[in-house]
């Protein structure tokens, strides 16, 4: 322990030991030495008492959210028609939208309004799709990058039943997305993943084009994956030699160099499941998507009891509301009404569980992120003015309303590697 390096914070210490168990520590102190979190303590221990404490009162700290699946190039588009279903969704609204990025000013407005959003919703940790254009995506990761947020970002790769204005050559796809990996190389907290669109949008010599470079460049993949009915039929009318639709990516060698981040994972048949925990992967909720462009809802309690590893996205711009916590919320809703219409093997979630996987879980897939035991990095919120004059609350409570009924204005303090953070 070196107190000269130390950072002491007071309040309501909260974050999540396990999918079921949820870790508060009311009154108490929390020290971070070079950014990474050192013990909390009830009562301070004697070499501590002369440091500075950075008090929020009857404030709860929790760790900062990731989110694990979310379009940025779809930003401007939240909450437009949300009445359509995937298809007509995208083709009417989402493509002509990511067509304008090959403007890189246009890109640049809405990568910094973006960012910006994200961080003042609590999000330091994210995975997200780019569009097919290089440059444009090359700036997102680089804004990301300066702001030392932790993140994966794809460039989108799609050279087949797209629309003309936003479909790539096989050869120019794969050629842009190497000189992306070999760009982005040495970044330190955001770097590049790889990104086929879905499988319905990529050829197969594409596909193993991209597994080639997962190879040569030791990177992951991020990809939708049996997100609707028609999504995960037509990915197997389009690849007839796949067992499935985790299938279509493990034979092209995407599984086995980095992380696997499956978003949806609504429709999983017994050979997805068993692939995506083969290789470790996340399955990614997205539970405003689910209700406002796909039709369908995960299951995450049957899911999590056989062992897959379970997250959120907000899933912008399927997903209205860039806030993970109100994603957390609805998650625990949207459990309710799957238990309701099919209650074999589909038990509803809790709040520790929503909020496991909104931090710990979600946060696995950066390092040791989402939680405050000792060695994790202090990346932290601090959520206040939750409570009225009716109830006291406890903290878990006030965590429970802000999921429910909060608003990015109950953040009141972030901070990232123990360093304070802009919210605005
Ligand atoms: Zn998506």
Redesign the pocket.
């Known amino acids: 322990m070196h107190p000269e390096n130390m950072h002491l914070f007071h309040g309501n210490i909260l974050y999540a030991r396990s999918r079921h168990e949820l870790a508060v520590y009311e009154n108490s102190y929390i020290a971070v030495e070079d950014g990474v979190v050192e013990g909390i303590y009830e009562t301070l221990p004697e070499p501590m008492l002369s440091l500075p404490v950075r008090d929020f009162g009857e404030g709860v700290i929790i760790p900062a959210f990731s989110d694990l ?1 979310v ?1 940025a190039p779809q930003y401007p588009q939240r909450g437009l028609a949300m009445d359509c279903l995937l298809y007509d969704w995208l083709n009417d609204y989402t493509f002509p939208l990511e067509a304008k990025y090959k403007d890189p000013e246009f890109a640049r407005a809405v990568y910094d309004a973006f960012t910006n959003d994200l961080v003042a919703n609590g999000t330091f940790h994210a995975c997200i ?1 780019g569009t097919i254009h290089p440059e444009a995506t090359g700036y997102l990761l680089e804004t990301l990058e300066k702001k030392g947020l932790s993140a994966y970002v794809g460039k989108v790769n799609m050279d087949k039943a797209s629309p003309a204005y936003l479909c790539e050559k096989t050869a120019d796809s794969l050629q842009e997305t190497e000189a992306f990996l070999e760009k982005y190389a040495g970044n330190k907290t955001a770097r590049p993943l790889l990104t086929p669109r879905f499988a319905p949008t990529c050829s197969k010599e594409l596909l193993a084009g991209l597994g080639r470079l997962a190879a040569k460049y030791e990177v992951g993949v991020q990809t ?1 994956i049996v997100e609707s009915k028609w999504e995960a039929s037509q990915a197997l009318l389009d690849f007839p030699d796949a067992s499935s639709d985790m299938g279509i990516y493990e034979k092209a060698g995407l599984l086995e160099h980095g992380p696997v981040v499956a ?1 949806h994972f609504i429709f999983p048949t017994e050979e997805d499941i068993r692939l995506l925990k083969k290789y470790n992967g996340y399955a990614v909720q997205c539970p405003d ?1 689910t209700v406002n462009v796909i039709a369908g809802i995960m299951r995450n309690s049957f899911l999590a009891t056989q062992g897959v590893r379970l997250a959120l996205g907000s ?1 912008i711009a ?1 997903g209205h509301s860039i806030g993970i916590y109100t994603q957390a919320a609805r998650a625990i809703q949207l459990s309710k009404l799957k238990w309701f219409y099919e209650p074999e093997g589909n038990n509803p979630i809790g709040f520790p569980e929503a909020f496991h996987m909104a931090t710990r879980q979600g946060g696995e897939l950066f390092g040791r992120v989402g939680a405050f035991e000792k060695g994790y990095r202090f990346d932290a919120l601090v959520i206040d003015g939750v409570e009225d004059s009716f109830l006291t609350l406890t903290p878990e409570q006030k965590i429970e309303r802000f999921f429910y009924a909060g608003t990015k204005d109950n953040i009141v303090a972030g901070y990232l590697g123990g360093e304070p953070v802009s919210l605005q």
């Open positions: 699946h379009h799709f939708h978003a998507a899933d399927g």
